[in-house]
């Protein structure tokens, strides 16, 4: 949707004066956004994966007040060193160091792990340590495929343990806020049509070097350091585009409307980046939802025109969630400006979600679900709905037709 600055300062002046009004400031603050003691004392933990999101997100967001990360697990020596410096410099003691996973879950005394490693592998870890007792925290999409998420889920319930999967939106204050305060008491009135994007420009390649010239990473099932380092661009490891960003906006989607797809049809293809990639570079899908409402994903590599951004058009009003230019929200009646002024609150000024908020909150939730019975913000059950719309999705665009999805 194009709008025109004046537009977007209505739009933003809307959504402020719905959403921050007589909200606690302290959870949109990294320092003050949770509890820093955790009754009971830090749940001890260890983390398999400490690579860009194992280090840049799992890692950044543990605090050793409510987790204490007692031991790491990589398949890359590099990673792990890093990831060990990181965390004795965040004051934490020096974790002990594995590179199989499985000699981690037979001799560490661990109550949670978080698993940050490919798509292919995130079934069979998390339902190893679900077996040893230990609670799982997965990076998502769930699993490669439905019949892998079913088992992890099964393994969860059967060994009496947590399973939450990594969608940092549930754990987000700003759309937790849009949730609560627009999306519950249907503020938007009917929803009929969702326009998701997430554009970018850029070709989604890693540059990473081999711990040594002699590494081979074949034993852990890659042929070659290629197929670690760019993992997501191969078929056999990821599903791409839609696994790895994509899924993120579809949970979205089914949590705002309340709903699972019924159908979906797509296409794409590798327009741009012909450099051995077997994902597509461009994905774009149509979701048929209940009660009438067309969900449109959009995934793209080769132009940032819109950014992550999503769109929700309802008959009494609509929502738009921006990376670029915050929420904004827009009655029936174009142009018009709803509600009181917040006082000491500058409206003119983007609303936009803090990614290093979520990823904390939803690794204390874990924590706090572990210690104290703490509800978690997604669940494997609704992340299970998410991979199955997802994967249904990817199957149509490699077909390029429709199909009704089965669950």
Known sequence: MHLTPEQKLIGRRNFSR?????????????????????????????????????SGALLDASLKEFIDIEAICDINPVHRTLASQQLVTAGFKKPREYEDWKEMAQKENLEAV?????????????????????????EKMMAYDVASGHRMLEAARTNHRLLEIGYPRFYEPLYRAVYDTIIR???????????????????????????????????????????????????????????ELGSHQISLVEWFLGSTAQSVYGSGGINCYRDGREVDDHIYMTFDHPSECTVELSVILSNSYGGQYEEFLGTNGSLILSDLDGGMFFPAEAGCVIGAPINDRDETAPLKSNWDIAFRAEVWTFCSAIRQGTPLGCGPERALNSAIGALAGKKMVDTRSRIEILR
């Open 185 to 243: 008491p249907k503020l938007l009135g009917d929803i009929h049509f969702v326009r998701l994007h997430t554009h970018r420009n850029q070709s989604w390649r890693s540059d990473e070097k081999p711990p040594s010239n002699s590494y081979n990473p074949s034993r852990w099932g890659y042929p070659d350091w290629e197929s670690l380092a760019n993992w997501r661009m191969y078929n056999r490891y990821s599903h791409g585009l839609v696994s």
């Open 18 to 54: 719905l959403v921050m009004r007589g909200i606690n400031s302290d959870q949109f603050k990294l320092e003050t956004c949770v509890p820093l003691k955790m009754p009971g004392g830090p749940v001890k933990g260890g983390i398999v994966g400490v690579g860009r999101q194992g």
């Open 114 to 138: 978080m698993v940050a490693t490919p798509l292919w592998t995130h079934s069979e870890i998390a339902i190893g340590f679900l077996q040893e007792g230990i609670n799982v925290l997965c």
